[in-house]
C-alpha cells in the first residue's frame, strides 16, 4: 500500500505473520508510537486508506486484516479466539512501544475485547462506531442479514450493508465510493461473515468494561445505523476512562466519509500517547 495524500508518501510494507499455525496478514509504515488499526465487518482493512498515510506521518501504523479477510487465515468465530490470535500477532510484530488500538465496527469489538483478555497489550484505545452490547432488534438484524445470505449469497444483502455503512444521501451523493464498497463487501469470505454475524449477535462485554482502565476514545457517528450512538453511550459510561465524540452527519465508517474530520477527532488523543 502506498497512498498519496500530498507531495510525499510513505510506503506500507505487508507481513505474513504465522501465530498458531495461522497465517495473520498486516500493512505496516511510518514511525513514532504505534496505532494499529482494525477494520469493520461491512468494510475490510481498505477502509483505512484515507487515514493510514496522514497517521504514517506521526505515528508507525499497522492496518492489519483481521482473521478470515483477505491474506488472514479464518480462526473461527469466537471473539475469545479472535482477540487472543490477535494478540499473538501483535506480539509477533515486537513493536518497540506500547501501541494504541484502532478499531471501527466489528473491529473495535474486536479491539476492546483484546484489550480486555491482555490488558498490557495496548496503551490506550480508539473505539469508533462499536458498543458492549447489542439491543434485541440490532442481535435479530445480525441474525436475518446471515440468514438471508446463506440462503441467496451476500449479493442479496449488498444494498442493506451499505445502508448500514453510509446514510441514503450519502449514497446519493457518493456513488462511486458506494459501489466500490460494495465489490470489497461482496468478497467477503461467506464463513467469516455468518461467524461473525453470530458472535456479535450473541456478544455482552458489559460486565468487563469496569475492569478496562486505559484512556479509550470513543466516537459515533451520529448517523450510524448499524451500531447507533446510544451503544457507544452505554460503552462510555461503562468504562472508567472514557470520553465519547459524536460526529455529526456521519455514519458507521467515518474515516472513509470524512477522513479530515476523523483525524481531527482523534489527533489530540493519539498525540498525547507520544
Same mark, same amino acid.
Given at each position: 500500500?502506498?497512498?498519496?495524500?500530498?507531495?510525499?508518501?510513505?510506503?506500507?510494507?505487508?507481513? /505474513?505473520?504465522?501465530?498458531?499455525?495461522?497465517?495473520?496478514?498486516?500493512?505496516? @509504515?511510518?514511525?513514532?508510537? =504505534?496505532?494499529?488499526?482494525?477494520? /469493520?465487518?461491512?468494510?475490510?482493512?481498505? $477502509?483505512?486508506?484515507?487515514?493510514?498515510? =496522514?497517521?504514517?506521518?506521526?505515528?508507525? &501504523?499497522?492496518?492489519? /486484516?483481521?482473521?478470515?479477510?483477505? @491474506?488472514?487465515?479464518? &480462526? @473461527?468465530?469466537?471473539?475469545?479466539?479472535?482477540?487472543?490470535?490477535?494478540?499473538?500477532?501483535?506480539?509477533?510484530?515486537?513493536?518497540?512501544?506500547?501501541?494504541?488500538?484502532? @478499531?471501527?465496527?466489528?473491529?473495535?469489538? #474486536?479491539?476492546?475485547?483484546?484489550?480486555?483478555?491482555?490488558?498490557?497489550? *495496548?496503551?490506550?484505545? &480508539?473505539?469508533?462506531?462499536?458498543?458492549?452490547?447489542?439491543?434485541? %432488534?440490532?442481535?435479530?438484524?445480525?441474525?436475518?442479514?446471515?440468514?438471508?445470505?446463506?440462503?441467496?449469497?451476500?449479493? *442479496?444483502?449488498?444494498?442493506?450493508?451499505?445502508?448500514?455503512?453510509? $446514510?441514503?444521501?450519502? %449514497?446519493?451523493?457518493?456513488?462511486?465510493?458506494?459501489?466500490?464498497?460494495? #465489490?470489497?463487501?461482496?468478497?467477503?469470505?461467506?464463513?467469516?461473515?455468518?461467524?461473525?454475524?453470530?458472535?456479535?449477535?450473541?456478544?455482552?462485554?458489559? =460486565?468487563?468494561? /469496569?475492569?478496562?482502565?486505559?484512556?479509550?476514545?470513543?466516537?459515533?457517528?451520529?448517523?450510524?445505523?448499524?451500531?447507533?450512538?446510544?451503544?457507544?453511550?452505554?460503552?462510555?459510561?461503562?468504562?472508567?476512562?472514557?470520553?465519547?465524540? #459524536?460526529?455529526?452527519?456521519?455514519?458507521?465508517?467515518?474515516?472513509?466519509?470524512?477522513?479530515?474530520?476523523?483525524?481531527?477527532?482523534?489527533?489530540?488523543?493519539?498525540?498525547?500517547?507520544?
Amino acid at each position: 500500500m502506498q497512498i498519496a495524500t500530498d507531495n510525499t508518501s510513505i510506503a506500507f510494507k505487508t507481513l /505474513s505473520l504465522n501465530t498458531g499455525g495461522k497465517r495473520l496478514s498486516a500493512q505496516v @509504515g511510518g514511525q513514532g508510537v =504505534p496505532i494499529i488499526l482494525f477494520h /469493520s465487518l461491512l468494510a475490510d482493512q481498505s $477502509s483505512f486508506d484515507l487515514i493510514a498515510q =496522514p497517521l504514517a506521518k506521526t505515528h508507525q &501504523v499497522v492496518v492489519l /486484516s483481521l482473521p478470515g479477510f483477505e @491474506g488472514s487465515d479464518f &480462526v @473461527g468465530s469466537s471473539l475469545d479466539v479472535i482477540a487472543d490470535h490477535m494478540a499473538a500477532g501483535i506480539k509477533a510484530l515486537d513493536l518497540k512501544q506500547t501501541p494504541i488500538f484502532l @478499531g471501527n465496527g466489528y473491529g473495535g469489538f #474486536v479491539a476492546l475485547m483484546t484489550a480486555i483478555r491482555h490488558p498490557k497489550l *495496548a496503551s490506550r484505545l &480508539v473505539l469508533a462506531d462499536c458498543g458492549a452490547a447489542f439491543s434485541d %432488534q440490532g442481535r435479530a438484524a445480525f441474525k436475518g442479514m446471515s440468514a438471508a445470505a446463506k440462503e441467496k449469497g451476500l449479493g *442479496a444483502i449488498a444494498d442493506v450493508a451499505m445502508r448500514r455503512l453510509f $446514510s441514503p444521501e450519502f %449514497q446519493q451523493q457518493n456513488p462511486a465510493l458506494t459501489e466500490a464498497r460494495k #465489490v470489497r463487501f461482496l468478497a467477503v469470505d461467506p464463513q467469516t461473515f455468518h461467524g461473525a454475524c453470530e458472535a456479535l449477535a450473541t456478544l455482552d462485554l458489559r =460486565p468487563q468494561l /469496569s475492569g478496562v482502565t486505559l484512556p479509550v476514545l470513543v466516537l459515533v457517528g451520529e448517523q450510524d445505523e448499524a451500531t447507533p450512538p446510544p451503544m457507544s453511550v452505554e460503552l462510555n459510561a461503562g468504562l472508567p476512562n472514557a470520553k465519547l465524540v #459524536v460526529l455529526p452527519g456521519l455514519a458507521h465508517v467515518p474515516q472513509l466519509q470524512a477522513p479530515e474530520v476523523f483525524l481531527a477527532a482523534i489527533r489530540s488523543f493519539i498525540d498525547s500517547a507520544n
